[in-house]
């Protein structure tokens, strides 16, 4: 989605102020909280992927707009609305108070120190919690900090993480200190190593092509690429990594998504022509609707060659892999996933890591309009809009509805003691990966197969964390 160039005037006017000379018709104010109650029934009802799952979304559950609106008057906020009419399969609908914030997101602006971490319970069950750098943004503050992949931190602003530290709003904050740690694994204990790291929020625009590579082994040319979200104000970044693989003659590919929640779909469908390239005009994924909207809307998308799905776009470049290796793990969701499921029905698809997160299904933006979109008759009285599911995948042999995920076909989960640097030999799931497509030129090495799981993963604070967008 591309950024917004103008802003919604926002002028909420306080009744206490207007005088009887005011037209009234003339004053912006604030809305009700029944004002985009209705607004959120009107969205849910028309777009819900889950819809029939929900009594109070069917068509027929009120006789009258004045028996909705008495419906709608119980509960206390539209968040609690919104809450109220989702189905308990809908693990990933979000609404917000304020688009402007969701919109930037969605162009790959973020709030953020540049650290993606995860935090995990101290193995020694002592109650404690400890955090470690997954990765870290490029020409964030934590890179110009000196924050580093694997470094360990169990306290903030000097005090210990615990399991009853309010971890969301610590992670929050405009700014805050990492106290970093070493670990004994022998002993289990975390031993404070007086290094700390001050860390500021800042708004960020984060290209998502991290490290892309060329990896020279035994005469095999094999491309790397850490990939951290679909987002497709990057798609001619992410192309010419592949034009740079193309000029490098790779052969095989290794992808890795293990931190990628995913989002637009259409990039997610340029990826997959990367990769490939020899199926043009054949199904990549059918998107389908709830019932009510199915028959217009059921839609197909190709294999195609050109960025985004359109002639004026980029031609793609393609490398016309039969297989490709894909490194996952629980993080990997939604647009994620579509790599896996798209491209399975057509190429070897080599899984390596642990299991993903299980989402199908897509969304896009509704706002207060007439026909849900950003248009000039949108209501000027809030700001609230929302991302429900409204979607799901179906791949070209039908798959769909993999709640619990994809399974790896090579099982190896990341050691925190041993985590090792994306895209450099060593690291154990791209040894993996590399051990693979070399074909028992070398000896397998013993995988850890035991995943700590977290506690809390810094993406969480990410307002699209795990989304996926029909872009």
């Known amino acids: ?226 990939y951290t979200g679909f987002t497709n104000e990057f798609d001619d970044q992410l192309n010419n990594a592949f034009a740079q693989f193309q000029a490098d003659g790779v052969t095989d590919l290794i992808l890795d998504l293990r931190y990628n929640g995913g989002g637009s779909i259409e990039t997610a469908n340029d990826l997959s022509t990367m990769i490939t390239g020899q199926f043009n005009g054949e199904l990549f994924i059918r998107q389908t609707y709830n ?22 776009g980029a031609t793609i470049n393609s490398l016309n892999l039969t297989r490709v290796y894909v490194i996952t793990t629980g993080n990997t969701a939604s647009a994620s996933e579509l790599i896996l499921s798209g491209l399975d029905p057509y190429i070897d698809v080599i899984q390596v890591g642990t299991t993903t997160s299980g989402k199908f299904e897509g969304s896009f933006l509704l706002y207060d309009s007439p026909n849900f979109r950003r248009t000039d008759d949108i209501n000027p009285n809030h700001r609230y809009v929302m991302l429900p599911l409204v979607l799901r995948s179906v791949n070209a042999n039908g798959l769909t509805d993999y709640f619990d995920g994809f399974t790896p076909d090579i099982l190896i989960a990341e050691d925190f003691a041993n985590l090792g640097q994306l895209g450099v030999q060593g690291e154990p799931l791209l040894d993996a990966v590399i051990n693979e497509i070399l074909l028992g030129r070398r000896a397998l090495p013993t995988y850890n197969t035991h995943e700590l799981p977290a506690v809390f993963n810094s993406d969480q604070n990410d307002i699209l964390y795990q989304r996926m967008i029909n872009e």
């Open 291 to 312: 019932e009510d909207r199915n028959p217009d809307n059921q839609f197909d998308r190709l294999f195609n060659s050109n960025i985004g799905n359109g002639n004026n």
């Open 1 to 226: 989605m591309k950024k917004i160039k103008f802003l919604l005037l926002g002028l909420l006017v306080s009744l206490s102020m207007v005088n009887c000379s005011d037209d009234l018709d003339d004053v912006i104010r604030p809305a009700s909280n029944l004002e985009i109650s209705e607004f959120i029934y009107r969205g849910l009802n028309f777009w819900s992927l889950y819809k029939a799952d929900v009594p109070d979304l069917a068509n027929d559950r009120f006789e009258s707009d004045a028996e909705r609106a008495a419906f709608l008057e119980q509960f206390e906020s539209p968040e609690a609305t919104f809450d109220g009419l989702l189905s308990p399969n809908d693990r990933f609908s979000i609404i917000r108070d304020d688009f402007i914030e969701l919109e930037n997101a969605l162009s790959g602006i973020r709030r953020s120190t540049g650290m993606r971490f995860a935090l995990f319970n101290d193995p020694s069950g002592n109650g404690n919690v400890f955090g470690l750098v997954r990765f870290v943004i490029n020409n964030s503050p934590a890179q110009d900090a000196g924050v580093q992949r694997g470094m360990i931190f169990t306290g903030i602003d000097g005090a210990q993480l615990t399991s009853n530290s309010d971890l969301g709003a610590i992670f929050a904050q405009d700014a805050f200190t990492i106290n970093l740690a070493d670990y004994d694994p022998d002993t289990e204990i975390f031993t404070l190593n007086g290094t700390d790291i001050t860390l500021n929020q800042v708004e960020l625009t984060i290209n998502p092509v991290h490290t892309a590579r060329t990896l020279s082994i035994e005469g095999e040319q094999i491309g790397y690429l850490h």
